[in-house]
């Protein structure tokens, strides 16, 4: 197998734990400006509604469009905005239950056509199972570039933020 890595433009994405204060609307605003973000994607909105002023205390004012799986049981909610010259999306759709976020489009300044997947996924165990399950099933029917990203709730030592005998 042959791995390619392809720059797709400036990609932020971000678990929140909840976007309901100034501070972290601010600071994602900020994070836009400094890397004058294609694509910003935020996890864990735990937002019911979202509106333009809302996008707008985020992005600033922008070009930006925006697609929100809203904050539903365990899924926590994913807003995605982007810049529409420099993110042509064509499609967005939800998968597992609010879990993921694909968004299909061109990024115009390489002309690449895309699909990039937003991940937040469960950390109970057999529900992580049927998420890999669904991605390696669904890998298989992607035809152009994907970019996977999220947040996988995945720990390399279990045992951080425990206390572990000597």
Request: a positive charge.
């Amino acid at each position: 197998m042959v791995s390619v890595i392809i720059f797709m433009g400036s990609i932020i994405v971000w678990n929140v734990c909840g976007l309901g204060g100034r501070e972290k609307k601010r600071c994602l605003r900020n994070l836009g400006r400094k890397f004058n973000l294609d694509v910003l994607d935020i996890l864990e909105t735990k937002l019911e509604n979202l509106n333009d002023y809302i996008i707008t205390s985020i992005w600033g004012r922008h070009p930006r469009a925006w697609y929100a799986v809203p904050f539903l049981g365990l899924s926590r909610g994913i807003l995605c905005i982007w810049n529409p010259d420099l993110f042509c999306v064509s499609s967005c759709f939800i998968a597992m239950n609010g879990r993921i976020l694909h968004v299909e489009g061109i990024f115009t300044r390489f002309n690449l056509d895309c699909l990039v997947s937003f991940v937040y996924a469960p950390n109970v165990g057999n529900l992580k199972n049927e998420l890999w399950k669904y991605l390696l099933t669904f890998r298989d029917s992607v035809s152009k570039p994907w970019c996977l990203a999220g947040d996988f709730n995945e720990t390399l030592f279990h045992q951080i933020g425990k206390v572990v005998p000597k």
